[in-house]
């Protein structure tokens, strides 16, 4: 089974403080993606990353970065963390498919609800 | 710019009936993938059923069945013999099939389904 774990499931960050989002897959998976999720709005791709060190922006950067250092981890961080950034962080990972095609399928984390007062 | 349209926030079905989703997209691509995922209360959101655009078959998976129309860019959920484990929000989404940051997937907003027992 695929596994992908989030390092918190609930987390309270006052504004301005900047916060990491820990991702990790144990399916040795070439692609992991970072969603934020609101009510009403769906899931929103932040970033993704389809190799160690490679990243490209989604559709909501603004306010964050990530790294990917190795493989199966993929961090998701809040520079600089505004209440606008209280949230549900979903993380996600699939694998490559022959002729660099990104899998349909896509593995997801237990979410992150993030908290910024 | 492709959307993704669910238009009933929730629903309710009694158990053991029959309840239907909707979903409605936006594209001017001819192949692409459409799917369903379920998002369990306080559960990992997983895949239900894919759909490959090229394919005019609708996807079935146990009690789970689409109906995709092409033309009319519609691609609604049918779970038949409702039971209390399907109460989740459900989310309709689509994607193009090619890599990098082409294919990344879009969301639609979601539909909160309840079962009554």
């Known amino acids: 089974d695929v596994k992908v774990t989030q390092s918190s499931r609930y987390l309270v960050k006052r504004t301005g403080e900047k916060v990491f989002l820990e991702c990790v897959q144990d399916?040795?998976?070439?692609?992991m993606f970072w969603y934020r999720q609101d009510p009403g709005l769906g899931l929103r791709l932040i970033y993704f990353?389809?190799?160690?060190?490679?990243?490209e922006k989604g559709d909501i950067p603004e306010g964050y970065s990530v790294s990917r250092e190795k493989k199966e981890r993929f961090s998701l961080i809040l520079e600089s963390a505004s209440t606008n950034q209280t949230s549900m962080y979903l993380c996600?990972?699939?694998?490559?498919?022959?002729?660099?095609?990104?899998?349909?399928?896509?593995?997801f984390g237990p979410g992150t609800r993030l908290t910024v007062t | 710019a492709q959307t993704v349209t669910q238009s009933q926030p929730e629903m309710s079905v009694q158990e053991a009936e029959t309840v239907t989703l909707s979903c409605t997209y936006d594209?001017?691509?001819?192949?692409?993938?459409l799917f369903w995922y379920k998002q369990p209360p306080s559960r990992q959101m997983i895949l239900v059923i894919r759909?490959?655009?090229?394919?005019?078959q609708n996807a079935t998976e146990n009690r789970f069945s689409v109906n995709f129309q092409k033309a009319a860019k519609s691609f609604s959920l049918k779970i038949s013999d409702s039971q209390l484990g399907d109460a989740a929000m459900y989310f309709c989404?689509?994607?193009?099939?090619?890599?990098?940051?082409?294919?990344?997937?879009?969301f639609g907003s979601g539909t909160r389904l309840s079962i009554r027992p």
């Open positions: 399916m040795d998976h070439e692609n």
């Open positions: 989404a689509y994607r193009r099939p090619s890599s990098s940051s082409a294919s990344k997937i879009i």
């Open positions: 594209t001017s691509e001819s192949d692409y993938y």
């Open positions: 759909q490959e655009a090229y394919k005019q």
């Open positions: 990353s389809y190799d160690v060190k490679m990243k």
């Open positions: 996600a990972s699939s694998f490559e498919l022959a002729g660099g095609t990104i899998s349909y399928e896509q593995y």
